[in-house]
Nanobody, 124 residues
Framework: QVQLEESGGGLVRAGESLRLSCGRT?????VAWFRRTPGKEREFVAG????????SYADSVKGRFTISRDNAKNTVYLQMNSLKPEDTGVYRC????????????????????WGQGTQVTVSS
């Protein structure tokens, strides 16, 4: 049983950075970050496959966010730089066993495990 645990959210100003952590993952699990922002549906942010650590990003965060994993610590990170007010929302990590394609990792229903979420608030 995988029990994901997010941390690292908070309140920052536009242009600042945060690093989110998704703990209690496992080496053979592909992991993604999703977010729910005010007035929007849940959206894919970034994902990383377990097999080759290949990553994929939403266009809205490409070049600003970086997903990485430390298998020794069973943790996946989301480094968020140059934050914007529109990045405000609840960020949740999700995991599934095995590798996943860059297209498939954007689909929420493929994930078996979800964390509770961490709030990110970016003020202007």
């Amino acid at each position: 049983q995988v029990q994901l645990e997010e941390s690292g959210g908070g309140l920052v100003r536009a242009g600042e950075s945060l690093r989110l952590s998704c703990g209690r993952t496992s080496e053979r699990y592909s992991v993604a970050w999703f977010r729910r922002t005010p007035g929007k549906e849940r959206e894919f942010v970034a994902g990383i496959s377990w097999s080759d650590s290949s990553a994929s990003y939403a266009d809205s965060v490409k070049g600003r966010f970086t997903i990485s994993r430390d298998n020794a610590k069973n943790t996946v990170y989301l480094q968020m730089n140059s934050l914007k007010p529109e990045d405000t929302g609840v960020y949740r990590c999700a995991a599934m066993y095995g590798r996943v394609t860059s297209q498939s990792m954007r689909v929420p229903k493929i994930y078996s495990y979800w964390g509770q979420g961490t709030q990110v608030t970016v003020s202007s």
